[in-house]
């Protein structure tokens, strides 16, 4: 008797200590944008869409409460003569993600941007369907984002259009290797230079802005190319059967300046 009151009060404990495991996860904010989206649960529709996120996490306050919103409608930008970026991205082999929001690569060393001086090593590339950005109201078929850290902890991300046209080889390689099942990551030992994910105009917008997914984190300095790129109807079909769009709506200037470089 004394034995089954031991195994009983061990099982007790032990279904509490389960219980507490999985309310610590649910309740995580998990990784952003910046680290391929993850964590708690959130969508681009409905109770847990876009304009329930700064309800649904405390620590995604930003996204109700922010007033440097990303993504933005470009329009009426003003002209800055001086471009200010330089890219050192290189090739490199990494791993692919559908991580149920979007298709990510993540590079082993995919090199690095210069923003007015400031090194920004690259993290990551994801990709939205629509774009999320828009200019003149307009979206464009497909936007893919390059995300990169600077050693003090700031993000600068570059967002690059796309239409449908020539195949993309970057994009064609990494929507190649991804696995339909959510959260399996793969590895992509062939090198992928994220150079191949520009476009062939270098002017850009600038503006001061935020992640587009939770937690909204704002201070990011984003450099949006004016010129599109192409990529394969077939691999932008890909992306609408995955994710049957994954964009957030356009947010509230506020006032901010759009810059025009060149």
Avoid at 59 to 76: E, F, Y
Wanted: aromatic content about 8%; hydrophobic content about 35%; charged content about 15%.
């Amino acid at each position: 008797m004394k034995k089954l009151r031991i195994i009983t009060l061990f099982s007790a404990l032990l279904a509490v200590l389960v219980a507490a495991q999985i309310s610590c996860n649910s309740s995580s904010s998990g990784p952003s944008e910046t680290t391929g989206h993850g964590g708690g649960h959130w969508s681009y529709s409905g109770a847990t869409g876009p304009e329930h996120w700064g309800d649904l996490d405390p620590q995604w306050a930003a996204c109700k409460s922010g007033t440097n919103q990303s993504p933005v409608d470009i329009t009426d930008p003003v002209t800055h003569a001086s471009a200010d970026m330089e890219f050192h991205y290189k090739a490199s082999a990494g791993t692919v993600m559908n991580n149920g929001h979007t298709i990510v690569f993540t590079p082993t060393d995919g090199g690095y941007i210069l923003v007015s001086g400031k090194q920004y090593n690259l993290l990551q590339f994801h990709f939205h369907t629509p774009s999320e950005h828009l200019v003149n109201g307009s979206a464009y078929r497909m936007e893919g984002h390059l995300v990169s850290q600077a050693a003090d902890g700031n993000y600068a991300v570059v967002g690059v259009f796309y239409d449908s046209g020539n195949g993309n080889n970057v994009v064609e390689t990494v929507f190649g290797a991804v696995s339909d099942t959510e959260n399996h990551e793969t590895a992509v030992t062939a090198e992928v230079d994220a150079n191949g994910l520009l476009p062939s105009g270098m002017a850009y917008y600038r503006y001061s802005g935020s992640l587009t997914t939770p937690p909204c984190t704002e201070g990011l300095v984003w450099s949006v190319f004016e010129t599109p790129s192409t990529a394969a109807e077939t691999d932008i079909q890909k992306m609408e059967n995955l994710y049957g769009g994954n964009a957030r709506p356009a947010q509230n200037l506020n006032g901010r300046t759009i810059n025009h470089m060149m």
